[in-house]
């Protein structure tokens, strides 16, 4: 017996302009006026040399002569292809972001896609009642749709992500575009279906690697075991999704291996670094996965697990199987890292999210109502902290807030932001008038367990970005460094030689702008060293050069750095 009972009240959509707003506030704080912190100025970098280069720069991935090459091109491509568009308007840092945002509504769309069409079909229907009065499909669908939507927006791992400038966030979104062509495809099997999943996952090899393209065909095969489909018909569409991926491949691997950009090809680089991309399961790659996992998939994970567990009598259930063996094949990936970052876990989301979308009809209100208050008391408390932060380092009252802010930001001087400050006050009371109509209304729709969740997440993300993005920025930014930095180069500079990595070095091309070495690296008299501030100055290592060549002429760090130190040497007779 299906396990779901709901009447046509609880299945109203929610309104198409609060859904189009809470994205809107989700994701244009955190690109307007951020400058590219550590974790996603190297990938900017890689946009705004391919902006500013030739041909070889856009076939050769790097970061103002630095080779990068730990992912394909596609996202590059697009941030590149947005700074030329819009840069002369925006400026190329949110120029760039153009792309990250269209990465969000991407990932979005699909994932509201993929729970709508799943959501009208007849196995997910809930059972009829009595006299009558229980949803229409199309209504079970959108509203299935939109908790899949707020739970996708409440998953704390895709909140940084996805505000970040590089191809996380289009993986993400290439994931949840997989899962609704597949969706498309079992629904009505034909040629062209099976081509446009080819080209999700070509665009997925080309934004990352072929590891998680490979290990979503083998999802994608699994799954057609357990759906019963036709063998012979689903090993030919098949075949043509794995053509369809490896001619979107060919766009950038045929011009890299006949052109062969600054004397490299593609299998030098992108390709002879697929090797340490998978490995048997480790313990590190585990603890990561079970640590970071708990909150990292927050709230999506106790939905998903009890949708697998309220379905479990039924069988062959296309919302059950699909998300499913894409989350196994994903969560493999992620176990069987070599390197495990936080980032590979962000791919898990979108499949998550629809089943969790499909799990939430089947639990009890007190359940429900648990959630509403817990994310109520948890987020306000949080909100809360962040406003006594923020009058702390205003006023200096309370004393401690201001003493605890102002340590790990020493030198930086807080100024009052008007717009800034009207922004959080409004989201601030916007968030009361949502708790209020939540416990005065007490409306029944299914997607009322959530939106409190998504809401208040957001409230705290608005906080950060608005009241705090200076303090942020003057921490994690490399642009003051950068202008200390040019105002020291000597007029006869023809290039800088460093061991800088790519996010300092993006930072520094962009913001200085420093005249670095090419690909093919040349003679340089400057020298930029990065090392710890814990090396004694006898002990340095000038990148292999003899010190007596040298001579120091600038030494400076960030203040919010305590241990990474850059050095500026002249050659001596340069």
């Known amino acids: ?55 070889a720069d856009w076939l050769y991935p790097n970061v103002a002569g630095l080779p990068f090459h730990d992912e394909g ?79 996708y927006l409440g998953s704390l791992g895709l909140l940084l992500h996805s505000h970040e400038t590089n191809s996380v966030a289009l993986q993400v979104s290439l994931v949840a575009f ?36 490979v290990l979503l065909i083998l999802a994608l095969l699994l799954a057609s075991q357990y759906l019963r489909l036709a063998p012979v018909r689903t090993a030919r569409d098949v075949g043509v999704t794995i053509l369809a991926a490896a001619a979107v491949v060919g766009l950038w691997v045929v011009p890299s291996l006949l052109l062969r950009p600054y004397g490299r090809g593609v299998e030098d680089a992108w390709l002879g670094a697929l090797s340490g991309q998978l490995g048997l399961p480790g313990w590190a790659a585990l603890k990561l996965y079970v640590r970071a996992g708990i909150w990292f998939f927050w709230p999506a994970w106790p939905f998903a697990l009890w949708c697998a567990w309220a379905w479990r009598r039924q069988r062959h259930l296309l919302h059950i199987v699909l998300p499913l063996a894409a989350v196994l094949a994903l969560s493999a990936l992620a176990i069987c890292d070599p390197e495990p970052e936080q980032s590979s876990l962000s791919l898990l989301l979108p499949p998550l999210a629809v089943m969790a979308a499909f799990g939430l009809p089947t639990m009890k209100r007190s359940t429900i109502n648990a959630i509403d208050w817990f994310s109520v008391l948890v987020l306000s408390m949080l909100a809360g902290v962040i406003w006594l932060f923020y009058m702390g380092t205003m006023t200096g009252w309370p004393a401690q807030f201001a003493k605890n802010v102002l340590k790990l930001v020493p ?76 105002a020291r180069l000597p007029a006869d500079t023809d290039c800088l030689e460093s061991n800088v990595g790519p996010a300092q070095r993006a930072s520094f091309a962009y913001f200085g702008p420093l005249p670095f070495a090419g690909v093919n690296r040349e003679h340089c008299n400057i020298l930029l060293l990065q090392d710890s501030v814990k090396i004694r100055d006898e002990h340095e290592n000038l990148m292999g050069h003899a010190p007596r060549d040298w001579r120091l002429i600038w030494e400076g760090r960030r203040p919010s750095d305590r241990d990474e130190r850059f050095r500026l040497y002249r050659r001596v007779g340069g």
């Open 1 to 55: 017996m299906k396990p779901v009972r709901l009447p046509a009240a609880a299945t109203l959509a929610l309104p198409r302009w609060a859904l189009f707003a809470l994205g809107l506030l989700y994701i244009l704080p955190g690109l307007i006026g951020r400058d590219p912190w550590k974790a996603d100025a190297a990938s900017f970098g890689v946009m705004w040399t391919m902006a500013q280069g030739s041909l």
């Open 73 to 151: 091109p596609l996202a590059f491509w697009l941030g590149a292809l947005c700074i030329k568009l819009f840069g002369w308007l925006l400026g190329d840092v949110h120029a760039a972001r153009v792309a990250s945002l269209g990465f969000f509504l991407g990932g979005t769309v699909s994932v509201w896609c993929t729970a709508f069409y799943l959501g009208r079909r007849a196995e997910v229907q809930p059972l009829r009642l009595a006299f009558g009065g229980q949803p229409e499909p199309d209504d079970y669908g959108r509203t299935l749709a939109d908790t899949a939507v707020l739970i």
């Open 178 to 213: 997989y899962l609704y062509r597949v969706v498309r495809y079992v629904d009505a099997p034909s040629l062209g279906h099976a081509a446009l999943l080819g080209v999700a996952l070509g665009a997925l090899t080309l934004s990352r690697d072929l590891v998680p393209a």
């Open 411 to 486: 030198g930086f001087h807080p100024q009052f932001g008007m717009l800034a400050f009207a922004v959080a006050v409004i989201a601030t009371v916007g968030w009361f008038l949502l708790v209020h109509w939540r416990i005065s209304r007490r409306p029944p729709v299914l997607w009322r367990a959530v939106v409190l969740s998504s809401g208040g997440l957001i409230l705290v993300w608005v906080l950060l970005m608005t009241l705090f993005l200076p303090e942020i920025n003057y921490s994690r930014s490399y642009a003051q460094v950068a202008v200390q930095i040019a």
